[in-house]
């Protein structure tokens, strides 16, 4: 495995493992301490999630494929998937919770496509069922801890706690992604300068003849 591809992982156990957290306990959340909170509204609330996500990540996909800064994008994304666990914490009416559902899937459909694509490009060949293999249980292992422990701590601390929780989490993921921000704008840099030695080096053979 290449540092991306660590890094990458790295930063997806961070983030899933911190919404292992909370997923078993939203929808109980939202039907006993959210104000027009049901079992329905919170099944509409992942549906909103859903919808959302899909909407945006088919046309984001089209454009960071040509983009360069796909790094930039992922943070943004996974800054606002960060953000939604924050907001669970002031949440007191169904309306606000619609709200946060909506940037989760916005966050999700910057991050998703984003993500896939650096992982794609940095798979080394002949091993993409291994390094998938190790992603899906890595973060599936740390998703089956969490689960259990999210309860407890919503058990025991309360709620807001495990948001606080969750939120600390996937910002430890979003800063894993601002390491490989710079390494990528480290090689951009290089590669750039590398153009310009060759461009250089041509002039110079030119003139000479």
């Known amino acids: 495995m290449n540092r991306t591809i660590k890094l990458l992982m790295l930063s997806d156990i961070f983030v899933l493992t911190g919404f292992g957290l909370i997923q078993p306990i939203l929808a109980i959340f939202i039907n006993e301490g959210v104000v027009g909170g049901t079992i329905l509204t919170a099944g509409m609330a992942s549906t909103l999630f859903l919808v959302t996500k899909s909407l945006v990540q088919l046309p984001f996909s089209k454009y960071i494929d040509n983009s360069e800064k796909k790094t930039r994008w992922l ?12 907001m669970y914490i002031f949440i007191d009416n169904i309306y606000q919770v619609y709200l ?3 940037l ?5 459909g910057l991050a998703y496509p984003t993500w896939v694509g650096l992982w794609s490009l940095n798979l080394n060949p002949g091993k993409e069922s291994f390094e998938w293999s190790v992603y899906s249980t890595s973060t599936g292992l740390g998703t089956a801890v969490t689960a259990a422990a999210g309860a407890a701590i919503a058990s025991l601390a309360g709620f807001t706690a495990t948001f606080i929780l969750t939120g600390f989490l996937c910002l430890l993921g979003c800063g894993i992604l601002l ?6 704008a480290s090689k951009r840099r290089d590669r750039i300068l590398s153009a310009e030695m060759k461009s250089r080096s041509r002039l ?6």
């Open 104 to 108: 989760y899937g916005i966050g999700s």
């Open 75 to 86: 943070i943004l994304g996974t800054a606002l998937i960060a953000a939604v666990p924050v």
């Open 204 to 209: 110079d053979h030119l003139s000479l003849d």
């Open 179 to 184: 390491m490989l921000d710079h390494e990528s």
């Open 100 to 102: 946060a559902e909506t």
